[in-house]
């Protein structure tokens, strides 16, 4: 018998996914010890995660989107948490675009989720660090985090991925661009969009390059000079090749560490598909930090 605790965010898919979660909490608890909370607030939920050493957990394990996961991890270690030696997260996909959903090659049926949740098939994830914090999928700072930012979280809930196109269509349409400046290796660029991938897929389920959470290294685009033709070039990269290194308008660097300055204005950011912050400037850099996470 394993311990396992289960939070769930209700935020996530406003609450659709509930009997989802629930009947999973149930299978689990036939032949284990699980405690399961449900979270509608970042305080009720950064509560939970304050005593979760207290509970002396085998699993944790989130149900929720990749947001879920990433604000998760960051709780775990900003709480000093120390895993045992086989701790491990689970996921449970119930938000948006659930890229670790692929990631991790999960199935959507219960019986399938219960078994990798029950299973030792660990694997040690990458995790980035942005500032003084991390992520595990993505961070993007400029042009696609304006998107997030604009974005309501209540019509996010409602909408779902159709919210994202209709934001980007708008962000498209009327395209405004803030001049970032990036140091990579000593080198300076001006560039209107970074984004720095920990993952193979963006936007849904569409690979944009060759590596995965599971790799010891970090990719980071740069986007020189955004214009509307431009990223219509980079759609057509993505959907029919998987590889936006293709172009040669974007700088496409494997380097540990990177520095981005907003020039005298705030940068915005997103981090795993959600909003994270404004910042006058940015830093990305391997983090040395891992945890194990269950996987097909």
């Known amino acids: 018998m394993m311990k396992y605790c289960i939070i769930y965010n209700k935020n996530a898919s406003s609450g659709r996914k509930s009997k989802f979660i629930k009947k999973i909490s149930d299978e689990l608890s036939k032949y284990n010890d699980v405690s399961f909370f449900e979270t509608e607030s970042v305080d009720k939920a950064e509560a939970v995660f304050k005593n979760i050493s207290k509970l002396n957990i085998d699993r944790l394990v989130v149900a929720g989107g990749d947001g879920s996961v990433s604000f998760a991890i960051n709780k775990l270690i900003k709480n000093n948490f120390v895993p045992k030696k086989d701790f491990a997260i689970g996921y449970i996909p119930a938000g948006t675009a659930n890229l670790l959903q692929a990631e991790l090659n999960l199935s959507k049926k219960i019986s399938k989720i219960v078994q990798i949740l029950q299973s030792n098939n660990l694997k040690q994830t990458n995790l980035v660090k942005i500032n003084n914090d991390y992520f595990i999928l993505m961070a993007g700072i400029g042009w696609d985090a304006t998107i997030v930012h604009s974005i309501n979280s209540s019509l996010k809930k409602l909408l779902g991925k159709i919210i994202f ?21 000593g080198q300076n660029h001006i560039a209107d969009w ?10 849904g389920h569409y690979k944009i390059n060759k590596t995965n959470i599971f790799d010891n290294k970090i990719i980071t685009y740069v986007f020189k000079d955004l214009t509307r033709i431009k990223i219509l070039y980079y759609i057509y990269l993505i959907i029919f090749f998987g590889d936006l290194s293709k172009s040669t308008s974007v700088i496409t660097s494997y380097s540990s560490e990177l520095k981005i300055d907003g020039q005298g204005k705030k940068i915005p950011i997103q981090i795993d598909g959600d909003k994270y912050q404004y910042c006058d400037n940015v830093e990305l850099r391997k983090s040395g930090k891992y945890f194990n996470i269950l996987t097909a």
């Open 194 to 203: 970074v984004l720095c991938s920990n993952t193979n897929y963006y936007a």
């Open 165 to 185: 196109g209709y934001k980007g269509l708008q962000k498209f349409l009327l395209m405004k661009n803030q001049k970032l400046k990036v140091n990579i290796d």
